[in-house]
């Protein structure tokens, strides 16, 4: 999968290059392109942004600069654009394994309050939020899709990871335990060291059952 990203904070995506992430792109299952917008701004003080039209506080990002860097990108046409905003649907674990079926994204970093209407009508497919909560850009949001839409990329993680973890049933994940079988006077649960494959399946999905009970119960009722 290809992740081509609008930004004008590059640097702030080097941690996608460590740990899982980083070795899919190493062995070129994730390929991940860093666009600068500042970079296409024809100001000399490289200025990607402007006041509103209509007043108000803050700045808008200007429509031209944006869609330079988006023209700049190889093969654009077969690929779907989201734009970060608070103003999206809310990312989840229905629409990650949605969007880890695309071949190639395109993600927009918006920045100050927001990015021209004009050219978002004219190129945006869709947009997406983490959460009903403001940021200072669109950098954190776009690392948190890449992080989860690639580990859903063949190749990136082995698939029986993801099949019983927290949201891909619907319920959350069991606990997990490993050595030592005692630490600090708790013990490992007997039917884990049990070897009776049926008895521990069993007490898994209980236990999905009552923490998802517990902690998520607006998913029970899903």
Not at 54 to 60: D, H, Q, S
Not at 191 to 208: M, Y
Request: glycine share 8%.
């Amino acid at each position: 999968m290809k992740f081509d990203v609008l930004t004008l904070f590059p640097e702030m995506f080097e941690p996608l290059k460590k740990s899982i992430i980083g070795k899919a792109i190493e062995k070129q299952i994730l390929e991940l392109n860093l666009i600068n917008i500042r970079d296409f701004s024809k100001d000399k003080h490289k200025k990607v942004d402007d006041t509103p039209y209509g007043g108000g506080a803050g700045m808008v990002m200007m429509p031209e600069v944006v869609y330079d860097a988006y023209s700049s990108v190889s093969n654009k046409e077969q690929a779907k654009v989201i734009y970060l905003s608070p103003q999206g649907k809310i990312l989840n674990q229905k629409k990650v394994e949605e969007l880890s079926k695309e071949s190639h994204l395109i993600l927009i970093c918006g920045h100050y309050e927001g990015i021209d209407q004009r050219v978002l009508d004219e190129i945006v497919d869709e947009e997406i939020s983490i959460g009903d909560y403001v940021l200072t850009g669109g950098e954190i949001p776009a690392m948190v899709l890449i992080d989860s839409v690639s580990r859903y990329v063949g190749g990136v993680l082995k698939q029986e990871s993801i099949k019983e973890e927290s949201h891909a049933s619907g319920l959350l994940e069991y606990p997990q335990y490993t050595r030592p079988e005692i630490f600090h006077g708790e013990k490992v649960p007997e039917v884990l060291l049990s070897g009776h494959h049926e008895n521990i399946k069993k007490w898994r999905k209980e236990q999905s059952l009552q923490i998802t009970k517990q902690k998520r119960p607006d998913l029970l009722e899903k």
